[in-house]
């Protein structure tokens, strides 16, 4: 585990005790992660896209006063449309928030129908407070945009469909 992922883990925990949650579970490769927390109130384990949403939510909200309830219900898995496989998908090199703009308010870097070319910005993934710039790995026509702007996005995640030139 380098550094990096370290400081995520860190800062993952913090955000678990801060949100009162119970118990919490994570796994990838060889590393496993299981949490209880003592005192805390009862509560149901959240999977890693429960705690994506529930951090992104709270990342631009101001701090309250009472402790952050959380729900126990499951989160869907946001799944593609289906994709012919002629299409290049544009996945997420980290895990973060989608934004399709640089800004609020501004046009979206990239829309549906639009040409794009290798290296191009299509949008932002923002990870620990850095605007990390996704460019396109393809040339062609942007067939599909599947992340929704302010949700979170997992590692390989799909985010654009291009239909190659």
Same mark, same amino acid.
């Not at 289906?82 to 299409?87: I, Q, S, W, Y």
């Not at 949008?123 to 710039?133: F, G, P, Q, R, S």
């Not at 979170?152 to 190659?164: D, H, M, N, R």
């Given at each position: =585990?380098?550094?990096?992922?370290?400081?995520?883990?860190?800062a993952l925990?913090?955000?678990l005790? &801060?949100s009162?949650?119970?118990?919490?579970?994570?796994?990838?490769?060889?590393v496993?992660?299981e949490?209880?927390f003592?005192?805390?109130?009862?509560a149901?384990?959240?999977?890693m896209?429960?705690?994506?949403?529930?951090?992104?939510?709270?990342?631009?909200?101001? @701090?309250?006063?009472?402790?952050i309830?959380? &729900?126990?219900?499951?989160?869907?898995?946001s799944?593609?449309?289906?994709?012919?496989?002629?299409?290049h998908?544009?996945?997420?090199p980290? @895990?973060g928030?989608?934004?399709?703009?640089?800004?609020?308010?501004s046009?979206?870097? @990239?829309?549906v129908?639009? =040409?794009?070319?290798?290296?191009q910005v299509l949008?932002?993934?923002?990870a =620990?407070?850095? =605007?990390?710039e996704?460019?396109s790995?393809?040339?062609?026509?942007v067939v599909?945009?599947?992340?929704?702007?302010?949700?979170?996005v997992e590692y390989?995640?799909?985010?654009?469909s291009i239909?190659?030139?």
């Amino acid at each position: =585990m380098d550094s990096n992922e370290l400081s995520e883990l860190r800062a993952l925990v913090e955000f678990l005790k &801060a949100s009162d949650v119970a118990e919490f579970a994570w796994s990838k490769g060889e590393v496993t992660l299981e949490l209880k927390f003592q005192g805390a109130a009862p509560a149901a384990g959240l999977d890693m896209a429960q705690v994506a949403q529930l951090m992104a939510s709270q990342a631009h909200a101001p @701090v309250a006063a009472a402790p952050i309830a959380v &729900a126990a219900a499951p989160v869907a898995e946001s799944a593609p449309a289906a994709v012919e496989e002629k299409h290049h998908i544009v996945k997420s090199p980290i @895990v973060g928030t989608f934004y399709e703009s640089p800004s609020p308010g501004s046009p979206a870097f @990239v829309k549906v129908g639009d =040409m794009v070319e290798v290296g191009q910005v299509l949008c932002i993934v923002e990870a =620990m407070k850095l =605007m990390n710039e996704i460019e396109s790995d393809a040339a062609g026509e942007v067939v599909e945009r599947i992340a929704a702007t302010g949700q979170p996005v997992e590692y390989g995640q799909a985010l654009f469909s291009i239909k190659p030139r």
